[in-house]
């Protein structure tokens, strides 16, 4: 007899929740079964995928092999461990959680658990990405020694008033929202090393304004809502190696769009444009003539979204936890998070290994 499909459900059903499902259809899953506070949205969710719904996540637990949490937030936590503490397998979306206390309880119940856990920090499963980390393993750019990363939207703020602009559930703005896959991105293509410095300042410029261009974004803009967070955010992060990184992150900045990540070894680099879809690789030699050389790198498509998820579904289906996706790995991520928002506050360089 053939394994029966691998039951998914859902905590949070809404739209992000349906991109995922859209990917899934694709996969030989059931999607099973859905929670969420809002009645319509349980409504929704049963009719369009013939799931089981319900308010309460232990119920969810009860009938499915897997949960991938898609809520705000500020309720990750309890979401993921009671999850786990079902010895249920999760996919959680990025962020941890909204504060670094709160992740590392979702850390600590990962650890007492074989339960299968991953985090959907999917960039790193972009075509691009998984190159120059093949090339950064291979040794082609030796030791890597910088690493520039930016997220910079000219205009991108999310609706404002709504949960993506109220610390108490996002836990910040720009930067945990967007920084937190460029952060996660950086750290990967450098071979994860331990984050012991950092120094930045968030800034909320242009959230709070009535002149400043709306461009349009998705989410409706709730009226009854505030603005609380940063709109951007400038860093400066040190590893134990002496790895070094700078960031700069933006819902919303006077300057031109950008989603690149730029590799620099003491044998070679690279940059890595996310939202062209381009890879090029930077060498020189002294073959005929001393030179530089700068290789575009073509690769197949592929969609990341789908390609992190099928990691997880491997898992799940053979019972190892995957290498990839951490729930550690995004620990460090929160850790540069918290340390960048302390900084700032503190207006001064902090040690995260004190």
Excluded at 19 to 30: I, M, P
Excluded at 48 to 58: H, L, N, R
Excluded at 61 to 75: Q, S
Aim: hydrophobic letters at 40%; proline letters at 3%.
């Amino acid at each position: 007899m053939d394994d029966p499909k691998p039951r998914i459900g859902f905590v949070g059903l809404g739209s992000m929740a349906r991109h995922h499902v859209n990917n899934l259809l694709d996969q030989d899953v059931e999607i099973a079964a859905g929670v969420d506070v809002v009645p319509e949205a349980r409504e929704s969710f049963a009719e369009d995928f013939g799931a089981q719904t319900f308010e309460d996540v232990d119920e969810l637990c009860d009938v499915v092999d897997a949960a991938f949490v898609v809520t705000p937030n500020r309720f990750h936590e309890d979401a993921a461990v009671t999850i786990l503490e079902n010895d249920v397998a999760l996919y959680l979306e990025k962020p941890l959680a909204h504060t670094l206390e709160s992740a590392e309880r979702i850390a600590n119940a990962a650890a007492d658990t074989e339960s299968i856990a991953m985090v959907g920090l999917h960039n790193r499963f972009a075509s691009g990405a998984e190159v120059l980390d093949a090339y950064r393993r291979q040794g082609r750019f030796g030791d890597v020694t910088h690493v520039e990363i930016e997220y910079v939207r000219r205009r991108g703020i999310p609706g404002i008033g709504t949960w993506f602009t109220d610390k108490s559930t996002a836990g910040g703005g720009a930067l945990i929202d967007i920084g937190v896959h460029a952060i996660d991105l950086g750290l990967h293509l450098a071979g994860h090393p331990n984050v012991v410095e950092v120094s930045g300042t968030a800034r909320s410029q242009f959230g709070g304004r009535d002149d400043v261009a709306d461009m349009g974004v998705w989410s409706s803009p709730d009226p009854d809502g505030g603005f609380d967070v940063d709109d951007s955010a400038s860093a400066f992060f040190r590893g134990e190696d002496g790895t070094t990184f700078s960031l700069e992150v933006a819902w919303a900045a006077n300057r031109e769009a950008s989603q690149t990540i730029t590799v620099r070894g003491d044998e070679g680099g690279a940059t890595l444009d996310l939202a062209a879809d381009e890879t090029t690789i930077h060498e020189d030699g002294v073959a005929g003539v001393d030179h530089v050389s700068d290789a575009a790198i073509e690769t197949k498509d592929r969609d990341a979204h789908a390609a992190c998820q099928q990691t997880f579904l491997e898992g799940l289906r053979t019972g190892e936890q995957p290498a990839r996706n951490t729930i550690e790995q995004a620990l460090t991520v929160q850790r540069v998070i918290d340390g960048i928002y302390r900084s700032s506050e503190a207006d001064a360089a902090l040690r995260l290994d004190e």
